[in-house]
């Protein structure tokens, strides 16, 4: 198996022992992104900036493997406070298209650096050829 590791400067760097992607064939595995601006490594300032920012850093990404969010086929979103749910649903309609990508969206106690959302996803590139 051969894996090729995405890395990009238009998305915050790995804060840990990860990867900003792995593509194994046509499937990216794009790990979880919070609302870290790219430049400043700082936190976006509130939900709905962070909401935007993690879909921003998923969208870098994915460019980077060489594809972009139309291309995600699953997605994940962590939320601290689930009562955030209807204004994330509003922004990703922002970023996604129909069809949607596959979603679970999961209520959790914590997140990295007192962020308010996380998102992580699946692409799978069409042929290019």
Excluded at 77 to 96: P, Q, R
Excluded at 115 to 125: F, M, N, P, R
């Amino acid at each position: 198996m051969h894996k090729t590791i995405i890395v990009t400067r238009e998305a915050p760097q790995a804060i840990g022992t990860y990867s900003q992607a792995v593509r194994v064939g046509d499937t990216v595995y794009l790990s979880g992104q919070i609302g870290l601006e790219p430049a400043s490594m700082q936190l976006a300032e509130g939900i709905e900036a962070q909401i935007h920012q993690v879909f921003a850093n998923l969208r870098a990404v994915a460019r980077a493997a060489g594809g972009d969010l139309a291309d995600v086929v699953k997605l994940n979103v962590f939320l601290t406070d689930l009562g955030h749910f209807a204004m994330v649903n509003e922004i990703m309609a922002g970023y996604f298209t129909p069809p949607y990508p596959a979603r679970a969206a999961v209520g959790v106690a914590a997140l990295p650096r007192n962020a308010l959302v996380e998102a992580d996803a699946v692409l799978v590139l069409a042929d290019r050829t």
